[in-house]
């Protein structure tokens, strides 16, 4: 009993001797237990590695990729510093010819209205100044006012019709712009400023219709504002508003009782002659509604850029 004692205590008091003893039925130490425990879960032994596959080459040509790209777009974004983000315009005039025909119809007089025919020819000196010609004929219509007026105040108005007209026209452009259609196509457009001077005929429509007539010759000016769409490189429609004023003159109001002079007795003058001598003055204003058709020559256009 003593020496079991005494040999537990030897046990207990030198642990070493523990560690060192092998495990029973397996001849491992208990040290070498425990540093296979703390080995590495991850540890892939020997005969393994040969078969896992080498993914070194892959990784090196995706950095490289990589790389690349971010190489590339910091090229192309170094180029983009010198570019300016405005797009060109769809539509350029300098240098080119304007046919226009065109039709028009008087808006201001309540006694009678006219319809026009004309056409524009007009060079552009660039893309915002012209320089161009005016032509148009009138056709007369006298408004149903005219008749109500002479029933029922018993007075007939005195009244001339525009025969044909011709003017210089001068012309600017303030601004462009575009506009999206349907949310499906974008339209061009410009509004044009106009000033014009030259020449209209007109002749007098007499009260009473067994009287000659006569015609006048007037210097007339006129102002004029238009808004155009370009439909293609060539073609491009407007409408606006044509402000033609002149000082017009129109038959006397006493032409039925107008007594010749002697010296225009002795002259045998006409009496349509002493009735245009005695004619009234009168500033007309006559605004027009018009809508034209515009083809542009050449038909083509091309950008020129200093770069």
Known sequence: MKRLAFGLFLVLANPGFVAAAPAAGTGETAD????????????????????????????????????????????????????????????????????????????????????????????????????????????KERSERQSLVGFQYNRVTTLNRFKYSGSLVFGYVPGYGKFGLFNKYIVHWDVTLNAGIGLIWTEIIPVIPDK????????????????????????????????????????????????????EVAANTPEVQIAKEHATSSLTQNIMVFGSVGFFLPPSFSYKTPR
């Open 212 to 263: 000659a007539t006569w015609s006048n010759m007037d210097i007339c000016p006129h102002v004029a504002i238009s808004t155009r769409m370009f439909v293609t490189d060539w073609l491009a429609l407007s409408i606006g508003l044509r402000d033609y004023i002149f000082l017009d003159k129109f038959e006397p109001l006493n032409r039925s009782s107008l007594v010749p002079t002697p010296a």
């Open 32 to 139: 070498e237990k425990a540093s296979e425990a703390e080995a590495p879960a991850t540890e892939v032994p020997e005969a393994k590695k040969d078969e896992l596959p080498d993914l070194s080459d892959e990784v090196k040509e995706a950095a490289t990729e990589k790389e690349e790209a971010t190489a590339a777009a910091t090229a192309a974004q170094r180029s983009w510093e010198d570019i300016v983000v405005v797009p060109r315009k769809a539509f350029l005039k300098g240098g080119r010819f304007e046919l226009a025909p065109f039709s028009a119809i008087s808006m201001n007089d309540a006694m009678i209205r006219h319809y026009s025919f004309g056409g524009d020819l007009v060079y552009y000196l660039s893309d915002v100044f012209s320089v161009g010609a005016e032509g148009q004929y009138f056709i």
